[in-house]
């Protein structure tokens, strides 16, 4: 494969979701991935404006976590993030170009904080983040190539 990236820190740092990347959640631009899926976790527009001024990523993730979730976040976080995720490393951008000079590697999101659906800890994890990433590679590969082919 070329390789692991196995945490999203250094020179990959800009795989995380507290990469400053503006991104839209209902027409509404978020500073960070981070802001707007944690702002997503509720319907209510005064506690998604709460989360959206927090000034770091961190504390958008500490505020999100105090949202009541909505009753279908289980069924649409994967989508949502799925939908921020396109927005940050769109075709054409410099986040694509420097997602897509990652070749071949396995990105993996390791962490620190427990978290085995988004990422890896301690070795196992579903690395739901990584792999997303990796389809979005993928998906601008193949978008690249068929704007080649006219």
């Known amino acids: 494969m070329g390789g692991c990236v196995t945490s999203f820190t250094g020179a990959h740092r800009f795989l995380s ?3 400053p990347a503006a991104v839209s959640l209902d027409h509404i631009i978020y500073p ?23 000034p ?4 958008a993730r500490t505020a999100g976590r105090r949202l009541g979730v909505r009753r279908d976040w289980v069924a ?15 075709a054409g951008s410099h986040l694509a170009d420097a997602l897509d000079a990652t070749g071949e590697m396995l990105l993996e999101e390791g962490n620190t ?10 070795g ?3 690395n739901t ?22």
């Open 17 to 19: 979701n507290f990469w």
């Open 32 to 54: 960070t991935v981070e802001h707007a899926y944690q702002a997503a976790k509720s319907v209510e527009p005064a506690k998604r404006a709460i989360v959206r001024m927090m």
């Open 56 to 59: 770091n990523p961190a504390m």
């Open 76 to 90: 649409v976080k994967v989508e949502v993030m799925r939908h921020l995720l396109e927005q940050k490393f769109a």
């Open 113 to 122: 904080w427990g978290d085995r659906f988004w990422g890896v800890y301690g």
């Open 124 to 126: 196992t994890g579903a």
């Open 129 to 150: 983040l990584g792999r997303m990433l990796m389809a979005i590679r993928t998906k601008n590969r193949d978008c690249e190539f068929a704007a080649l082919l006219g």
